[in-house]
């Protein structure tokens, strides 16, 4: 019996090996593809601090690069991955247990210069200033009441250096800083009255008894909204060629509207306006619209709580979706006592995790800092007419890109969470 035990060993042990490599050969291979890709960075961060950190991950979690080095220096690097595109962190250093975080999801690290969003807003040229001074006559009369009855500029965020008002004698004195070759421009919002002055001396009398009458802008609403002045910008560029030449038609200290008229400005030729209309909602949300144009529109695609739904807004499950156009961009904004952050994602990104996605990065200046307590304050989306995700953040972190090519238009909307 030995010799057939034997055998029905042999036997047994044989089709046990068959079936061994038959599994084995079945089976799909656990070994991960080779790494074949290559992404090139050559990014700057431009900002105040001794040092940042720079953090690229794949999406899946599996960290590329993380490097401290000196603001305003370039980071060159070559990054192994087949992912097209990375999420990239910058953390800043405020000084204290304070950090600066600024995050872009899903984007192609390659084509960035810098890491840190800028304005489109056009950047003017400042030239020479001289002290000088403006003496008003001649104002109509129970138009001056104090201050806040009269608009002063000279060039974008140029006002007055101090003025008195009468309204007895119906008359402004002001000081100011004259950008050489710029109008002093000095506006009566309560009756859409202005006066355009060139200086000439150091000390410069101005009779206005005729005045001219202001272009008033009173914008269609197909949607509510209260426009604030205050935070609005709205320029003239006689020469585009030279932007040391600019009319500021709003100032930051005081409103130019009146009643029943959202912005008002003079009548005079330029070859564009840029207007940035500053406004809130029904809902209390702040939607901005911008346009750098030839002629101002006077109905303004503002977005509308209709544009967007949001289904969860914890720190760790941010969750939007956009039911009718995407728009080019979306971002949230959080904070905690250690910790500002803003993560800027795609449209088609639906769901963001910011506190795992930092977990996961290991970032070396946030050991120690708690995340837990991190949350979700506003929340931002924009449409900039004919620009996409992936062009957003190449464009926007390169100035010298957004001075090459101005956008014609853009709207945002803001809102602030419970």
Do not use: W
């Amino acid at each position: 019996m030995r010799p057939q035990i034997l055998t029905l060993l042999s036997a047994l042990i044989l089709s046990f090996s068959f079936s061994s490599c038959s599994k084995t050969n079945s089976s799909p291979s656990t070994t991960p593809p080779p790494v074949v890709g290559t992404m090139n960075i050559n990014v700057s961060y431009p900002a105040q601090g001794p040092q940042f950190e720079l953090i690229i991950s794949e999406p899946g979690g599996t960290v590329l690069l993380d490097t401290l080095a000196p603001t305003n220096t370039t980071i060159i690097a070559a990054l192994k991955t087949n992912s097209t595109v990375v999420d990239l962190t910058t953390v800043l250093s405020q000084g204290g247990n304070f950090f600066s975080v600024n995050t872009f999801k899903s984007i192609d690290a390659s084509t960035l210069t810098g890491l840190t969003p800028g304005s489109y807003f056009i950047k003017t040229k400042l030239g020479t200033t001289t002290p000088s001074s403006l003496f008003y006559n001649n104002i109509p009369s129970g138009v001056i009441s104090g201050f806040n009855s009269f608009v002063f500029t000279n060039y974008p965020d140029n006002s007055a250096t101090g003025s008195q008002a009468s309204s007895t004698n119906n008359t402004i004195a002001l000081n100011y800083l004259n950008y050489t070759g710029n109008y002093a421009y000095m506006i009566l919002p309560s009756v859409g009255l202005y006066n355009l002055h060139m200086q000439t001396n150091a000390i410069d009398t101005v009779d206005c008894s005729h005045l001219d009458t202001t272009v008033a802008l009173t914008f269609n609403r197909p949607s509510p909204f209260t426009v604030s002045s205050l935070y609005s910008s709205f320029l003239g560029i006689p020469d585009t060629t030279d932007l040391t030449k600019i009319m500021a038609f709003t100032s930051l200290y005081t409103a130019t509207n009146r009643p029943g008229v959202d912005l008002q400005y003079p009548n005079v030729p330029v070859q564009k306006y840029e207007l940035n209309v500053n406004a809130t909602n029904a809902s209390n949300d702040v939607v901005d619209y911008y346009c750098y144009t030839n002629t101002i529109p006077l109905t303004l695609p503002f977005p509308a709580e209709t544009d967007y739904s949001l289904s969860s807004t914890t720190n760790d499950n941010f969750s939007v979706n956009f039911p009718n156009a995407a728009p080019t961009y979306y971002a949230a904004f959080l904070s905690s006592a250690n910790i500002l952050m803003a993560i800027y994602a795609p449209s088609d990104t639906s769901t963001i995790h910011p506190v795992t996605l930092l977990t996961n990065q290991k970032s070396k200046l946030l050991q120690g800092v708690s995340l837990s307590t991190l949350a979700v304050k506003t929340f931002e989306f924009e449409n900039i007419t004919g620009m996409n995700y992936a062009a957003f953040l190449p464009y926007i972190t390169n100035p010298a890109a957004i001075q090459a090519k101005r956008i014609t238009s853009a709207a945002n909307l803001i809102k602030t969470l419970p």
